[in-house]
């Protein structure tokens, strides 16, 4: 049974700083990506950043380019999302994913486990 953990959302100003975590147990992902995702109150879910599990950073979206930075610690099983001057429209729930491909993990594709989601809120 493969797990997601997800942790370090809460509410922050705008401009502050976040770091989000996922912890992954209970196989080997080697040979999978690692992505984050969100979700916003009406809105469909988004990709935001994903990463090889050989640490080569696949993409980020647009929207979160210069402010986001995706990382990974293999030795804890552990993917990052460090999130730097953080807006108002930034607040959603954000998804810990392990997906099949990495070149269609941005389109939410093939995606084989989700996280349980955490909540980030801006305030303006």
């Known amino acids: 049974q493969v797990q997601l953990v997800e942790s370090g959302g809460g509410l922050v100003q705008a401009g502050a700083s976040l770091t989000l975590s996922c912890t992954a147990s209970g196989r080997t992902f080697s040979t999978y990506v690692m992505g984050w995702f969100r979700q916003a109150p009406g809105k469909e879910r988004e990709f935001v950043a994903a990463?090889?599990?050989?640490?080569?950073?696949?993409s980020y979206a647009d929207a979160v380019k210069g402010r986001f930075a995706i990382s990974k610690d293999s030795a804890k099983n552990t993917v990052y999302l460090q999130m730097n001057s953080l807006k108002p429209e930034d607040t959603a729930v954000y998804y810990c994913?392990?997906?099949?491909?990495?070149?269609?993990?941005?389109?939410?594709?093939?995606?084989?486990?989700w996280g349980q989601g955490t909540q980030v809120t801006v305030s303006s």
């Open positions: 994913a392990v997906g099949q491909n990495p070149r269609t993990i941005a389109d939410g594709q093939s995606i084989a486990y």
């Open positions: 990463i090889r599990w050989s640490g080569i950073i696949i």
